[in-house]
Structure formats: C-alpha cells, structure tokens
C-alpha cells in the first residue's frame, strides 16, 4: 500500500505565498506522476498541476499557470506546490494526488487534503 501525506496548508493574505508537499510512502516501485487537484465545497474536485516523475514536464491549470510552480524530489518521493500571488478565490482543499507503480501495474492515489485559506 501507498500513504501520500500532505502539509503546508495555511492561512495567508492576499498576494502571499504558501508552499504545500506531499510525501508518498510505501510499497513504491515507481512513480510515474505526482500532482495537486483541488475542491471547493458543493464542487468537482479540478486539476491544478501534474509532473512527470521520469522527465519533469510539468502541466498547470490555466487558472494558475504564471503563479504556481510544481516541482520533485526524487530521492524524497516528494511533490511541492510552490503558491504565489494568491488569491482569494484560490481558498479551498488541495489533494495530492499520484500515480504509482507498486510492481506490475499502477493505481492511483490521494492525500488526506490540507486547506489554504487566502483571506486579509
């Protein structure tokens, strides 16, 4: 089994910057993505930013693109979400989410959720 365990959820104001990890644990063999989706209350759970584990491409939402930044460690099996210029409307869950390899096929998985809240 595979655990992901999320932190660096907050509160901050608008403009500020947070940054989240995610860390993945367990029977891994390989990781083929790491990314961040998000939830709103009463919403569709939306994708916000994914990277290839093997070659670092990385893709944004268009919502955020030019403000957050997604980046590995790959000897940590971590996943960062670097947050800046945020906006209120950016409040809400944010669930890691991966695509693992625990030998002959892959599953995917999701974090327990961290809030960040953007409010003055």
């Known amino acids: 089994q595979v655990q992901l365990v999320e932190s660096g959820g907050g509160l901050v104001q608008p403009g500020g910057s947070l940054r989240l990890s995610c860390a993945a644990s367990?029977?891994?063999?390989?990781?083929?993505?790491m990314g961040w989706f998000r939830q709103a209350p009463g919403k569709e759970r939306e994708f916000v930013a994914v990277i290839n584990w093997n070659d670092g491409n990385t893709y944004y939402a268009d919502s955020v693109k030019g403000r957050f930044t997604i980046s590995r460690d790959n000897a940590k099996n971590t996943v960062y979400l670097q947050m800046n210029s945020l906006k209120p409307e950016d409040t809400t869950v944010y669930y890691c989410?991966?695509?693992?390899?625990?030998?002959?096929?892959?599953?995917?998985?999701w974090g327990q959720g961290t809030q960040v809240t953007v409010s003055s």
């Open positions: 989410n991966a695509r693992i390899s625990g030998g002959s096929s892959y599953s995917y998985y």
């Open positions: 367990g029977s891994i063999f390989s990781i083929y993505t």
